[in-house]
């Protein structure tokens, strides 16, 4: 897995891309799929919901857009 800086995923980000955001080992050593809001597919939410989580998404607006819309 290659790490990036938060400035690299910022960009990804508002290209449209999707981002893994990975909290600390040293606590729950989760990851969170992040993607704007504003460029999340029909094929992104498809996505989520049969094979991207373990569990639905908490907030509405974290969906993702995978592969990229742009």
């Given at each position: 897995m290659r790490f990036a800086p938060v400035e690299e995923l910022v960009?990804?980000?508002?290209?449209?891309?999707?981002?893994?955001?990975?909290?600390d080992a040293e606590r729950e050593n989760e990851?969170?799929?992040?993607?704007?809001a504003?460029?999340?597919?029909p094929e992104t939410?498809?996505?989520?919901?049969?094979g991207a989580l373990r569990?639905?998404?908490s907030v509405p607006t974290s969906c993702i857009s995978w592969p990229s819309s742009s």
């Open positions: 960009r990804e980000i508002a290209n449209g891309n999707v981002v893994i955001l990975v909290d990851g969170d799929f992040v993607a704007a504003q460029k999340v597919s939410i498809r996505f989520m919901a049969t569990k639905p998404p």
